[in-house]
Nanobody, 113 residues
Framework: VQLVESGGGLVQPGGALRLSCAAS????????MTWYRQAPGKERELVAS????????NYALSVEGRFTISRDNAKNTVYLQMNSLKPDDTAVYYC???????WGQGTQVTVSS
């Protein structure tokens, strides 16, 4: 199992970023996928999840209405569109297969003016 996140960077408050996670080594379309984040000095937290067919999504209260998780099973990729970013969104963002233990290397998102 391999997960490779990309798309992070430095953005001003109110800005937007789109994260991508390219997956390989397993049957992507059969598994629900998740995005987590970990801010400095804090525990890793679940941000969003999406069902195997993309039909169901769930979000942490802190990001609901601002973030959108989606997936393209033909490309073995899961996305996280992040809008109206706030400084509190600053963290390393990771994707993870819901029922598998493997983590990607993460991508840094920094929201600062």
């Amino acid at each position: 199992v391999q997960l490779v996140e990309s798309g992070g960077g430095l953005v001003q408050p109110g800005g937007a970023l789109r994260l991508s996670c390219a997956a390989s080594g397993f049957t992507f379309r059969a598994y629900a996928m998740t995005w987590y984040r970990q801010a400095p000095g804090k525990e890793r937290e679940l941000v969003a999840s999406i069902g195997s067919d993309g039909g169901s999504t769930n979000y942490a209260l802190s990001v609901e209405g601002r973030f959108t998780i989606s997936r393209d099973n033909a490309k073995n990729t899961v996305y996280l569109q992040m809008n109206s970013l706030k400084p509190d969104d600053t963290a390393v963002y990771y994707c993870k297969v819901l029922r598998l233990p493997t983590w990607g290397q993460g991508t840094q998102v920094t929201v600062s003016s």
